[in-house]
T-cell receptor
Framework: DGGITQSPKYLFRKEGQNVTLSCEQN?????MYWYRQDPGQGLRLIYY???????QKGDIAEGYSVSREKKESFPLTVTSAQKNPTAFYLC????????????FGDGTRLSIL | QKEVEQNSGPLSVPEGAIASLNCTYS??????FFWYRQYSGKSPELIMS????GDKEDGRFTAQLNKASQYVSLLIRDSQPSDSATYLC????????????FGGGTRLMVKP
């Protein structure tokens, strides 16, 4: 079954804890993106990667980290430095960077305990 | 200054009417334009792509692009309550390496 898999669907973070959100794709897409969405708001770009072993900061990268060791995987770590992590996190992929649309996973909802 | 602008709504239309959603953008050389639908609590789903001036129809949906005026719109004919969602406009921005930039979305409510 082809697609973008985000896990877990729901995640709870204790204060001072780092948590990692998983994003895996089997679409053979080159580019991967992480967005944050707060209630009633639009999408804000956290990090993106257009090629393996390379990634770039988006508009709100502070308090987050990523890696892109494999084409299929782009995990996002929400560190303890991110003081307001409660949000809906969306992973997206794009076939390449030639004006293609992005496709989204089902998202992970992160809350603070 | 936002580069892709949408009226946040809510836009309320009666069932069976035409819903018209609008989006303006600032980058004159944008190449690609997309509409996504996002149901409450769900992820965005691509519903339309348009790359050249004019209209593009797909079922009840029509995307309209006017590059000279820098706007793109989405018309939904025979609106159904199931069309109630937030609609996101996305535009490639040449000054951002052809990255997609999303508008804030317009919430559509279709009343039975």
């Amino acid at each position: 079954d082809g697609g973008i898999t985000q896990s877990p669907k729901y995640l709870f973070r204790k204060e001072g804890q780092n948590v990692t959100l998983s994003c895996e794709q089997n679409l053979n897409h080159d580019a991967m993106y992480w967005y944050r969405q707060d209630p009633g708001q639009g999408l804000r770009l956290i990090y993106y990667s257009q090629i393996v072993n390379d990634f770039q900061k988006g508009d709100i990268a502070e308090g987050y980290s990523v890696s892109r060791e494999k084409k299929e995987s782009f995990p996002l770590t929400v560190t303890s430095a991110q003081k307001n992590p409660t949000a809906f996190y969306l992973c997206a992929t794009e076939k390449d960077t030639s004006n293609q649309p992005q496709h989204f996973g089902d998202g992970t909802r992160l809350s603070i305990l | 200054q936002k580069e892709v602008e949408q009226n946040s709504g809510p836009l309320s239309v009666p069932e069976g009417a035409i819903a018209s959603l609008n989006c303006t953008y600032s980058d004159r050389v944008s190449q690609s334009f997309f509409w996504y639908r996002q149901y409450s609590g769900k992820s965005p789903e691509l519903i339309m792509s348009i790359y050249s001036n004019g209209d593009k129809e797909d079922g009840r949906f029509t995307a309209q692009l006017n590059k000279a005026s820098q706007y793109v719109s989405l018309l939904i004919r025979d609106s159904q309550p199931s069309d109630s969602a937030t609609y996101l406009c996305a535009v490639t921005e040449s000054n951002a390496g052809n990255m997609l930039t999303f508008g804030g979305g317009t919430r559509l409510m279709v009343k039975p």
